[in-house]
């Protein structure tokens, strides 16, 4: 990751606010430093655990995960910038695990600060795994960027005693984790240590699930809960890997786990787990996906419904479930190079996860709803987990560090090397490998220029994607270098020293039309980008606007919200003031203005939608 340095005026400064601000902003949300907003605890927690404190743990039942995902992506800051200061703060938290951890390995702050609830007595709904994968995600990523070793020789430990605990044995227990997390993270160990130990465990933790009788089926927290939505399913332990079809459940639940049995197929060459992942993840995209590349269409039990059921108003959308669907598409796409995989990370990143972000780096959604009337979302029941506008922090806060992970290992996502090298995301970069390096220039979308130098002859094959936005590719100069295109990609080959290729992709506005069972109206695009109409550009009802799609859309370039391109349709403002009417509502001529949908809510509260009618 560390040999590719991104240098695009839009992520770079994405990259920069991480730096400068998300990562400080969250270390004092996780101190409860912030004033107004829920405390976080998690680090007092941490201290409780140790014996350092006298308080009393507080938060969510998972909240040792923040800390894990704050120290990953606080990590990939430090990969970013070096900063003494910052590498101390991290420091400091782990020698906090240090005292809390207990003599047999056993490291989590809920249970250790509860001694009178039992250890993994609750794998359901407990957490314990979830938190230990989040850890170690934290551990492996300082390690890499620091050498140094303290925390993961912790979690090692801790792993070492969940290998004891879990598997087939009468003596283990042989469930699966309640939340899937631990998965992604115990094959990034076995990546880092080859320890085949790592790779038995995930084995273990993917392949119990279906079987019967199920362990969660003995536990209180689950015979308890209400099994309308908290079934079997919820955990996707309903069924056995193999056999499950589609994403089902929790929605960051089964992206996760997707992510960490993709990362498994990889490891350990499962053509046949990879095959059911891919069928898994072709329904999930064509049956279950938001256009903005979100996932879980109901906010109660945050959870996949049924096919086609895509509410845009009561859409849950958690930011989440769109990172964990980039990790799963990312390990898809390590096995097999499809085309299809890069497309959804594209949409995912620069439409529902940039929306969980305000553009000053402080507030964050949850819940990515891609349309909202304020006073109804503020009043309904089923829309109560609706937010109009970003918050400064979450007592469940799962979404913000994990936005913060994700931009701090862009990195990753631009370039990946097989037999051939694919360049996935048209991002701005330099790549070194190998006493050699590829330079990328490009500014989508204020530029349609894109021109690619490789510094010296190489064997392999460059393939860079052609997103499917794209209308025509125009090369306007090459040297050095052989080209062809196929449907997908731009191959590059026989590449001698000093290779150039300059390229124009050309593209205009889309309109983009759903299958009639999710909506009826039509939605923009431009680039990768997603749009949505906000009430401050237009009218304040915002469904009585119907673009006109015969006419030309036009772009235009803003100043505000740190610049961006508009698009400008013309179109109708429908009147109809009666509730219901015999007569036909009458079109009065209106300009229609959309907004890249990541930046709604990052002005005055308002209505807001993607969809929109047309004539
Ligand atoms: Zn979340």
């Known amino acids: 990751m560390n040999n590719v340095i991104i240098n695009d005026r839009f992520w770079s400064g994405k990259q920069k606010l ?40 507080y938060g969510c039942i998972f909240q040792d995960s923040d800390v894990g995902k704050w120290i990953e992506a ?25 005292l809390a951890q207990q003599e047999d390995g056993y490291l989590n702050t809920y249970y250790i600060c509860h001694p009178e609830i039992k250890r993994f007595s609750n794998i359901v709904h407990g957490h314990e795994l979830y ?61 880092l240590s080859k320890e085949k130990k790592y790779l038995d465990l995930t084995n273990f933790f993917i392949s119990v699930r279906g079987e019967k009788p199920n362990w969660f089926e003995s536990e209180e927290a689950f015979i308890n809960a209400e099994k309308r939505y908290f079934d079997l399913s919820y955990n996707q332990a309903h069924k056995s890997i193999y056999e499950q079809e589609i994403a089902d459940g929790h929605a960051v639940r089964a992206l996760y786990l997707s992510a960490g049995a993709a990362a498994l197929a990889k490891e350990s060459n499962n053509t046949k787990l990879y095959e059911v992942l891919k069928n898994n993840f072709n329904n999930t995209i064509n049956k279950r996906m938001y256009i903005t590349s979100a996932f879980g269409s109901q906010g109660y039990a945050e959870r996949f419904t049924v096919d086609y059921d895509l509410p845009s108003d009561r859409a849950y959308a958690e930011t989440c479930a769109s990172i964990a669907m980039i990790f799963f598409a ?32 402080t507030k964050f959604f949850y819940v990515n709803p891609l349309k909202v009337i304020p006073i109804v979302s503020k009043y309904r029941q089923d829309m109560s987990f609706i937010q109009v506008r970003r918050q400064a922090w979450f007592g469940c806060a799962c979404c913000p560090p994990n936005i913060a992970r994700i931009l701090g290992s862009l990195n990753k996502y631009i370039y990946v090397v097989k037999d051939d090298i694919y360049i996935n995301l048209l991002i701005a970069s330099t790549y070194n490998f190998n006493n050699n390096q590829i330079k990328l220039k490009c500014s989508i979308p204020n530029s349609k220029s894109i021109s690619l130098t490789i510094l010296k002859a190489m064997r392999e094959k460059i393939y860079l994607r052609i997103p499917k936005w794209v209308d025509k590719v125009i090369v306007k100069k090459d040297e050095h270098i052989s080209y062809y295109q196929d449907k997908d990609y731009l191959c590059l080959y026989d590449i001698k020293d000093k290779a150039n290729i300059v390229l124009c992709f050309s593209f205009t506005p889309k309109i983009i039309y759903s299958n009639s069972r999710v909506s009826n109206e039509v939605a923009l695009s431009y680039g990768p980008f997603i749009y949505a109409l906000e009430e401050v550009d237009n009218v304040s009802d915002l469904s009585s606007l119907m673009i006109d799609i015969r006419k030309k859309i036009k772009i235009k370039k803003e100043k ?56």
């Open 18 to 57: 991480l730096v400068s601000t998300l990562i400080p902003y969250q270390y004092s949300a996780l101190n409860d430093e912030i004033v107004g907003v829920e405390p976080s605890h998690a680090i007092e927690n941490f201290k409780i655990a140790a014996g350092l404190s006298k308080d009393k743990f």
């Open 74 to 98: 606080a990590s990939y800051a430090l990969s970013i910038k070096k900063d003494k200061k910052l590498e101390s703060k991290i420091d400091k938290i782990v020698s906090y695990m240090q």
């Open 131 to 191: 938190c230990a994968g989040h850890l170690l995600q934290g551990a492996i990523a300082y390690y890499k960027v620091s050498k140094k070793d303290k925390m993961l020789n912790i979690l090692k430990k801790y792993i070492d005693l969940i290998i004891k605990t879990f598997g087939n044995n009468d003596n283990q227990i042989k469930a699966s984790p309640g939340h899937p997390e631990i998965e992604i993270a115990l094959m990034e160990l076995y990546e």
């Open 330 to 361: 990312q390990k898809m796409f390590e096995i097999q190079p499809l085309h299809i995989y890069s497309e959804v990370i594209e949409k995912a990143l620069y439409n529902t996860v940039l929306a969980g972000l305000s553009l000053d780096g």
């Open 560 to 615: 505000e919200l740190n610049g961006y391109v508009s698009l400008i349709a013309e179109g109708f403002i429908k009147t109809n003031n009666e509730l219901y009417s015999y007569h036909k509502p009458q079109l009065t001529k209106t300009i229609l203005k959309f907004i890249p949908y990541h930046l709604w809510a990052n002005r005055d509260e308002g209505e807001m939608s993607v969809f929109v009618n047309y004539k």
